[in-house]
């Protein structure tokens, strides 16, 4: 599928990816798709007439990049505890992708600590 139909711009929608020459998000037709949709309704008058089929597959095409390798496992989750493995291509995604768990779960202020039991799995203590 071809993913140049998304654009990133940072002076388009804060910068998150869209659907070129639309300010139809990536995120907005995924969050569509999981709640059952299909790409016809998705471009039917009723949500975004402006953008196609194809549009659809890009932004399926455009997500499967970020998560075709990565991988996220909780193995125990507990009061005050969690392990999570995480698997990348790179240590540095690995790394990026635990900071960014950590702020969407909002718990990188209160993290008391963080040991590394090996280089894809932490224990985070808060």
Known sequence: ?????????????????CIKGTRVMVHQVLDLLANGMSPREITSKDYFP??????VYACIAFSNQFV?????HFFETYEGIIVLRLTARTQAAVHKA???FLKKIKLEAICHSLVVIDHHTWRIHY
């Open 50 to 55: 402006d953008i196609t089929i194809e549009d």
């Open 68 to 72: 075709k390798n990565e991988e996220i």
């Open 98 to 100: 635990l900071l960014n």
């Open 1 to 17: 599928m071809d993913i140049s139909r998304i654009s990133v711009d940072p002076k388009t929608c804060h910068g998150k990816p």
